[in-house]
C-alpha cells in the first residue's frame, strides 16, 4: 500500500511540473513577425494577432497632446506612433517575450532588424523609460532630455499621469 500512495505522489508531482513547463512556456522565449506588423501607439504593436507592448518604455497616448516649446499644441500621440512605424520601416519584427499584462498583452522586448525598437523610441524622444517595470531604458532617455528630441523640446504630461486624468 507504501508503494501505491509513492507511485500516486510521483505522479502528481510529474503532473504540476508539466503544468508549470506549460505555464511558463508562454512567459518565455521569443516570436517573430508572419506577417505586416501593425503599429497600435507608440509603445504597443500588434503581430499576427498577438498583442504586444513594449517592455520598459512609456509613450505619449495615441490621443495625448504636448506643448512645443512655442507653447503650440501639437498631437504627440500620434507622432510617438508614426515614429515607431518609421522604425520598423517594413522590416521583420523579432520580439523576446518578457511578462505577460493585466491586460493580456504580451510585453517584449522588439527589434526591427539590428534596432531594438525600445531603445530606440526612447532614445529618439518619443516615449519615457517606464521606471516602475525597468531601469534599462534611463539612459536613453537621459540623452534625448539633453538632446531636446522628440516630447523633450517642449512640455507633456507624462503619459501615466495622463491616463490616470482621463479615467477621472
Sequence with gaps: MRWVGRRVVDYLVLAGLIAAVVIASRYVGGFKS?????????????????????????????????????GKSYP????????????????????TLVDVD?????VAVCKAGDINLNSAIVGGGWALAYRRHSLNYTGD????????????????????????????
Design 76 to 95: 504627440c500621440g500620434r507622432d510617438a506612433k508614426a515614429y515607431l512605424r518609421k522604425l520598423i520601416a517594413g522590416r521583420d519584427v523579432d520580439c
Design 141 to 168: 532617455e537621459k540623452q534625448a532630455r539633453q538632446r531636446q528630441k522628440g516630447i523633450w523640446r517642449g512640455k507633456f504630461e507624462n503619459p501615466q499621469d495622463w491616463r490616470a486624468r482621463q479615467r477621472d
Design 34 to 70: 508572419d506577417g505586416p506588423v501593425v503599429v497600435v501607439d507608440g509603445d504597443s504593436l500588434r503581430l499576427d494577432g498577438r498583442n504586444v507592448r513594449l517592455h520598459g518604455i512609456d509613450a505619449p497616448e495615441l490621443h495625448q497632446s504636448c506643448q512645443q516649446a512655442n
Design 102 to 106: 493585466r491586460y493580456d498583452r504580451d
